[in-house]
């Protein structure tokens, strides 16, 4: 299973911007598609955003639409969520994932992020 490392969650006032990166332990142009979830404590785990392994597809959840971008760069095997206009209610915990091509999906260990209002 691939290792993925997340880093860049923080704190921030609402409106501010937060970039979070998730590094690989392997070449992630191996056909690793890859995104982030997120999880409040006593809730579920929201899908937050997904880009398969070329870049050329991505999809993010409906309350992170216009606001969040990912993104990767397979030399540096990392992927990228661009976090702008930051809300309170986007405090959470921030999971990244990958695919890997006919495989079981790895996860990272997570990172906080906390919006003040």
């Known amino acids: 299973q691939v290792q993925l490392v997340e880093s860049g969650g923080g704190l921030v006032q609402a409106g501010g911007s937060l970039r979070l990166s998730c590094a690989a332990s392997?070449?992630?142009?191996?056909?690793?598609?890859m995104g982030w979830f997120r999880q409040v404590p006593g809730k579920e785990r929201e899908f937050v955003s997904h880009?398969?392994?070329?870049?050329?597809?991505?999809s993010e959840g409906d309350s992170v639409k216009g606001r969040f971008f990912i993104s990767r760069d397979n030399g540096k095997n990392t992927v990228y969520l661009q976090m702008n206009n930051l809300k309170p209610e986007d405090t959470a915990v921030y999971y990244c994932?990958?695919?890997?091509?006919?495989?079981?999906?790895?996860w990272g260990q997570g990172t906080q992020v906390t919006v003040s209002p």
């Open positions: 392997e070449r992630t142009s191996r056909r690793y598609d």
């Open positions: 994932y990958a695919d890997p091509l006919g495989g079981v999906r790895s």
């Open positions: 880009i398969n392994w070329n870049s050329r597809h991505t």
